[in-house]
C-alpha cells in the first residue's frame, strides 16, 4: 500500500498527533489509481469490503469518501497478498 501510496504522511510535535494528514506524494500514482478503481468496484459487489468502506466512511472526519475509498484500497492491496 505504501509502494502504491495508499498511506498518510505523519504530523506530529509533543504530544499532539494530528488526525487529518494528506496521502503521501510518492508512490505509483498508476498503480495508485487503479487499485482505488478496483477497490471502488469491490465495494460495490462484496458485502465485507462494503462493511470496511461504511465502518471507515462514518469514522472519517474530512472528506469521508476519498479517504475511507483510499483506506478500502489499502485493505484491498493487504488481503490480495494474504490470500496468495
Known sequence: AKYA???WSRYQSGN???DNTHLINSGNRYLRYYLIKA???VR????EFKCFYESMYR???K???KR???LTAGDLSDWSTRAA
Open 16 to 18: 499532539f498527533d494530528a
Open 63 to 65: 472528506t469521508p469518501h
Open 44 to 47: 460495490r459487489h462484496d458485502p
Open 5 to 7: 501510496g495508499l498511506s
Open 39 to 41: 477497490a471502488n468496484l
Open 59 to 61: 469514522e472519517t472526519p
Open 68 to 70: 475511507a475509498l483510499a
